[in-house]
């Protein structure tokens, strides 16, 4: 299968992988709110890398907007597991295990982003 040569895309699975298995002795009163939600944000991120992928002849335009979505949507991960993490939900090293995918994909984020941006392309902020 092609995605065996993405490297975000199998960082972001086992981060999913991850997920599945430390969710799945949560408490039910978070397992069916806070976990499922992170599991899904998850899967949303792997839909819209999918969706980047796949737009090859977009404009780079389109492409930048796409993983500008993945950035957001990943800041909004990172704060649900943080929470997560605050609520002494998962163990040290289960927090540590999730903690270490989410740097390293960050990190890809951020290199990809930058990649499509160029000094022509650059959005301005307000």
């Known amino acids: 299968m092609f995605y ?3 490297p975000l895309y199998l ?3 086992t981060l999913l992988k991850t997920e599945y298995v430390i969710f799945n002795n949560l408490p039910k009163a978070y397992k069916f709110s806070l976990g499922q939600e992170i599991v899904d944000r998850t899967w949303h991120l792997i839909d819209l890398f999918l969706l980047a992928q796949m737009s090859n002849g977009a404009s780079k335009r389109c492409k930048l907007d796409i993983v500008q979505d993945i950035n957001t949507k ?3 991960l990172k704060l649900r597991l943080r929470f997560l993490t605050e609520l ?4 040290l090293g289960q927090a540590t295990a999730i903690t270490q995918e989410v740097v390293e994909i960050g990190k890809m ?12 392309s650059k959005i301005k902020r307000n």
């Not at 002494?88 to 163990?91: A, F, G, T």
């Not at 984020?109 to 022509?120: A, C, D, M, R, V």
């Open 109 to 120: 984020i951020g290199s990809w982003h930058k990649n499509l941006e160029t000094p022509s």
């Open 4 to 6: 065996q040569n993405m």
């Open 74 to 76: 990943f800041e909004q």
């Open 11 to 13: 960082k972001l699975v």
């Open 88 to 91: 002494k939900l998962v163990s």
